[in-house]
């Protein structure tokens, strides 16, 4: 049975039970552990230095939101407070349900006009002169199946790296959560990938020449608490899904996580914690050394561990690289 008390201050009325640990937590404490973990897992992972200029990825969904809201709370405790310089900034993929996302650029800006942060929203065809509505159009076109959130991954990464670079920013902080991350563990399981463990971790892409590393200061939070901060602190929340999520092996992992966090609800950080494990053991090893070899794309000059990129590969295949490359010199 729940407890009715707040099992923390033994003084409010309990409002959520948290399974994992078995507290049953007041608004207040919920709030207030939320934060915690958040600064926590910056600390822990020693994400953010002295002198730091970082980059906030901020999509408009209620992670990213969420991400901002903790980050404008907590501007005034290190490490926080030893950042150099902070840019928030949203990639608007250019998609019909993108536009329901930017819906929230108002939020968004009414946030970082409050608290002094700059702000900025770029275009994917601003950055790389293609978008990726037109390189799922061209490869169905052409009969090559591939699934519109892997080319708005790889294009959102490409473009984050892009901003990062041309603004001279060290980090990039993104809303990656605790489901996020499980179910990249089980991907690359699944997958028999195990070479995408070289960039798993809290923080990516440290060691990778012209890679801006990222930060994910949310991936001790699950998303489903993520969801009740947003809720207890009125954040907006989008009312519609994108379209193409469910072509997603993600959305598969996402029920298969949840049925298995009904039997155990620390599954999630097991795995998780799994993903690090043997991240850390390849890393120890040298395998990555040895297996897997960092080179240059040679049409764009990007890291890659094959001859091109993934990027250049979707927008060779659609016939749009003349584009791409006057793009880039520009």
Known sequence: ??????????RREAF???????????????????????IRNIR???MIKYGDSIGVAVSGGK?????????????RKPPLSYVR?????????????????????????EVCDRYGLEYKVYTVSSIIGVSA??????LKESGKNVNMCTICGVFRRRVMNEIARREGLSKIMTAHNLDDDAQTVLLNVFSNDIKRFKWFGPVT????????????PLRNIREEEIAVYAYVMDIPMLERECPYVKNNPRYTLKFLLAELERRNPNIKYMIVSFGDSLSSI?????YFERKVRTGRCSICGMPTTGDICRTCELIRDAGLLDRYLLAKRS
């Open 282 to 286: 390849l890393k120890e090893s040298r």
């Open 44 to 46: 822990e992972n020693d």
């Open 16 to 38: 959520y039970l948290r399974e994992s640990s078995g507290e049953a937590l007041c608004r207040q404490c919920f709030i207030k552990s939320i934060e915690e973990k958040f």
């Open 85 to 109: 310089r902070i840019l928030v900034f949203t990639v608007d993929e250019e998609l019909e349900y993108t536009r329901h996302k930017l819906e929230r650029v108002s939020y968004i800006r």
């Open 63 to 75: 992670d990213s939101l969420v991400m901002l809201k903790l980050l404008v709370r907590n501007l």
């Open 133 to 138: 509505q037109e390189v799922y159009e061209k």
């Open 1 to 10: 049975m729940v407890s009715s008390v707040c099992t923390r201050c033994h």
């Open 205 to 216: 892409g440290e060691d990778v020449e012209n890679f801006v590393p990222r930060i994910k």
